[in-house]
């Protein structure tokens, strides 16, 4: 994953949707919610911002 913020708009495109947006934990870690058009639900992390911080 490249882009935490495009995977979770191209997920809400192809039919799923955004359960919980992007969001911040306070040491950096970014992560968002999203489910399929089945409604299994993902948690999407990114842990490299973590890494930048």
Do not use: C, H, I, Y
Not at 24 to 32: C, D, I, P, W
């Amino acid at each position: 994953m490249d882009n935490l913020d495009e995977l979770v708009v191209d997920v809400a495109k192809g039919g799923g949707r955004v359960v919980r947006p992007v969001a911040v934990f306070e040491n950096g870690l970014r992560f968002a919610f999203v489910a399929d058009p089945e409604d299994n639900q993902l948690e999407l992390v990114d842990p490299s911002a973590r890494a930048a911080t």
